[in-house]
């Protein structure tokens, strides 16, 4: 079914998934469009974005965030439009950028929520490099790492949003950059189009020799998407002084529990001591203050202008979509930033 005027699709929690999410994990069901009241406003969803924090929230664990309830519509954010409106601040026709989750609509009292106007030119760039991907990019890179002109600077995921702004920022700040990408079509785009010195290929069978091999003066910055065995071929290159903005972990999101295999722990803290490395964890809206975020949008919008910047948007079609987009995505066969047109 399609998104219509009678019926509000959602996409709720069935199950919390133990391991790699499936087909039981999520559902599609449906209930009635609610009807603002006062001080509040409908929005139907346009564009939903999918990120990998969300597998975060499918577990019951302590964490930075609530998790969503068994039942309960799953967390995301969305560009919407206000379709009625009884605020102010917000006008039917308007587009905006909300949590509502993954559903057709939602009401909303307007507390956190921007405006973006009735005719934003690139609605969906307000989930990726306009929105908190490039932020989370711009602020992990600059305010923790403070890449200097020389630095090898090296970066994994880096055909998504986050690793491609990452690597693009280096450059621009004068850096070499080596991205590292799943397989021969990422690595050739991350070269020939985003621009970075080199890319390596993590499902190579001589992956950390290759990558010895493209940081020929060590890394001075190692910025932290997927952990494993990214990380652990990195650490023997790092530099005196390295810092690493660990950002996220993705090749560890689906793990059940613990590792198998010998304790990586004596070498990565006895890395960290040896080599003095500044490792620095962080959540985007929690570790900046928020006049940064305008820094960020003066600067981003700059370099898109300046033809600086390249964003690659995956697109897919229909709510209905989402779980399996989403799945893929944890799994690296998204190519961009995935967005699903609601
Ligand atoms: N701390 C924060 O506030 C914050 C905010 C936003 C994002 N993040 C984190 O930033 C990271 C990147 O986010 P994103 O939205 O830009 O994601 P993304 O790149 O669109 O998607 C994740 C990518 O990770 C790679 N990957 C998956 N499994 C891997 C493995 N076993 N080894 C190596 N690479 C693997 C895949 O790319 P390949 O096919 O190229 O390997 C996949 O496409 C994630 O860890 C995310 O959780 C953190």
Partial sequence: MPQNAQTNRRIVLAQRPKGAPDANTLRMDTTAIPSPGPGQMLLRSAYLSLDPYMRGRMNDAKSYAEPVAIGGVMTGQVVAEVMLSNLDAFTPGDYVLAGNGWQDYALSDGV?????????????????IMGMPGYTAYAGLLKIAEPQPGETVVVAAATGPVGATVGQIAKIKGCRVVGIAGGPEKCAHVVDVLGFDACIDHKAPDFAAQLKAACPSGIDVYFENVGGKVLYAVLPLLNAFARIPVCGVVSWYNLPGLLDGPDMGPAIMGTILRM??????????????????????????????????????????GLEAAPQAFYDLLEGRSFGKMVVKV
Avoid: C
Wanted: aromatic residues 14%; glycine residues 8%.
């Fill in 112 to 128: 956190d929520v921007l405006n973006l106007g009735p005719n934003p030119a690139n609605p969906s760039w307000a989930l990726g």
């Fill in 276 to 317: 003095k490395v500044k490792m620095q964890g962080f959540i985007i809206f929690d570790s900046f203050p928020r006049s940064l975020y305008a820094e960020f949008a003066r600067d981003m919008t700059g370099w898109l202008q300046a033809g600086k910047m390249h964003y690659t948007e995956q697109m897919i079609d």
